[in-house]
C-alpha cells in the first residue's frame, strides 16, 4: 500500500478514540496490516499486548523486523494510533503510523544490522498523555524484552507542509514548508552525526533541544530512562486537534521523503555501537550542529531574515537558538 492508501484506510470518519467502535476496528486493522506487511510478533504469538490502566483496556500493537544479529539490542521506530476526537486525525496521527508501517516493510525486506520494531502505542492523546495509562509507558515499564532497545525514532504529526511565519520568509526559504524538525539528538554524543549523515534532498532538517519544546509525544519514557532518541515532527498547524485534519490535507510527497530519512536514520543507528553514556537523561552540547543544521536548509539570507521576522539580531550562540525556539513555539505551536 501506499502513504496515502494507508492513511485514508486508518483515518475513518468516526476516528480512533480510545474506547469507541472506531478505536477497535483501527486496532484489528493495524494487526493485519502488520501480518501483511511481513512482521514478527515482539513478544509472544501476537502483536497485541493488552494492558489495563485506571479501569479501561488498551492495547499497544508491537512488531519487530528481525535484524542479521539477533544478540544485538534493537532499534525502535513508534508512533501512536489512537485519535483525540471522533474525526480522521489524518496528520495525528495516522501519517506516522503509515511511515512507520512502510518502514517496517523496508527493514523486512532489507534486513538491518539489528533488528527494528515497529511499536503503534495506544493512550498517547489528552487524558492519558503522561499518566500511567499512556501506552508508551506502559509498554517500556511492562512489556519490554530484557535487552531494551539501542536507540528510538518517535514520530508524530509528520504529515503537512509547515507554515510560513511571513511571505518574505517563503520568498527567501521556498523550502520553508518541507521543514523537517528532529529533537532529541542532544541525548547522546553521536546523534548528531547520524542525523547529518543520514539527511535527503528536499528534506530540510532543524534541530532544537526537547527541553525548548517540552515533551510533546510517546519520546519522553524513552529520554527520562537514557535511551538514545530522536523526535520527529513538523510541529502543530491550523488543523491540529480539528475535524480538518483529514487525508485529502496531507502531502504525500513530503511523508515519503521523511519515510525515506527515517529508513537512513534508523539504518545508520543500526550499524552504530552508541557507547554507553549513563543512565537517566542527558544534554550534550549541539549549539554548532544545530546552527549549522539551520543555515543548509533555509540558507544564509533565509537564516538571517527569519532572525529578523522574530525579533532577533543575530544567531550564534546557545541563547539565541533557545531564544528562536521559544518563538517560533509561539508561531506554530511547535
Not at 525502535?76 to 474525526?87: E, N, R, T
Not at 547522546?188 to 532544537?208: K, S
Not at 549549539?287 to 543544521?293: C, I
Request: one cysteine or more; aromatic letters at 8%.
Amino acid at each position: 500500500m501506499t502513504l496515502q492508501q494507508e492513511v485514508e484506510a486508518l483515518a475513518q470518519p468516526e476516528g480512533r478514540v480510545v474506547g469507541t467502535p472506531g478505536h477497535e476496528q483501527a486496532r484489528r486493522h493495524l494487526e493485519a496490516r502488520l501480518r501483511a506487511v511481513g512482521l514478527s510478533p515482539y513478544r509472544g504469538h501476537t502483536f497485541a499486548l493488552p494492558y489495563r490502566a485506571a479501569g479501561r483496556d488498551f492495547c499497544n500493537l508491537i512488531a519487530v523486523a528481525p535484524g542479521r544479529d539477533p544478540d544485538l539490542a534493537p532499534v525502535l521506530i513508534g508512533a501512536h494510533y489512537d485519535s483525540v476526537i471522533a474525526a480522521p486525525c489524518a496528520d495525528d496521527n495516522a501519517a506516522a503510523v503509515a511511515i512507520a508501517l512502510s518502514a517496517g516493510e523496508h527493514f523486512f525486506r532489507h534486513p538491518a544490522r539489528r533488528g527494528v520494531v515497529i511499536a503503534l502505542f495506544d493512550a498517547e492523546e489528552p487524558g492519558y498523555f503522561q499518566t500511567p495509562g499512556m501506552g508508551s509507558i506502559r509498554f517500556y515499564e511492562d512489556q519490554r524484552l530484557k535487552p531494551g532497545f539501542h536507540a528510538a525514532l518517535i514520530m508524530d504529526l509528520v504529515g503537512h507542509a509547515v507554515p510560513q511565519p511571513t511571505a518574505e520568509v517563503g520568498r527567501l526559504a521556498p523550502q520553508f514548508g518541507q521543514l523537517l524538525f528532529i529533537t532529541g539528538a542532544e541525548s547522546h554524543a553521536a546523534l548528531p552525526g547520524v542525523v547529518g549523515a543520514a539527511r535527503l534532498p528536499g528534506l530540510p532538517v532543524v534541530a532544537t533541544l526537547n527541553r525548548r519544546v517540552g515533551d510533546m509525544s510517546d519520546h519522553r519514557v524513552f529520554r527520562l530512562n537514557g535511551v538514545p532518541y530522536l523526535f520527529l515532527t513538523c510541529g502543530r498547524w491550523q488543523h491540529y486537534h480539528e475535524p480538518t485534519d483529514t487525508p485529502d490535507r496531507l502531502d504525500y510527497p513530503k511523508m515519503e521523503r521523511i519515510r525515506d530519512y527515517l529508513v537512513r536514520l534508523a539504518d545508520a543507528l543500526a550499524q552504530s555501537e552508541l557507547s554507553p553514556e549513563g543512565p537517566g537523561p542527558r544534554e550534550h552540547d549541539t549549539t554548532a550542529f544545530e546552527l549549522s543544521l539551520l543555515r543548509d536548509a533555509l540558507g544564509e539570507a533565509g537564516t538571517r531574515y527569519l532572525a529578523m521576522a522574530v525579533g532577533l539580531a543575530r544567531l550564534q550562540t546557545r541563547t539565541d537558538l533557545d531564544a528562536l525556539a521559544d518563538r517560533l513555539q509561539a508561531y506554530f505551536e511547535l
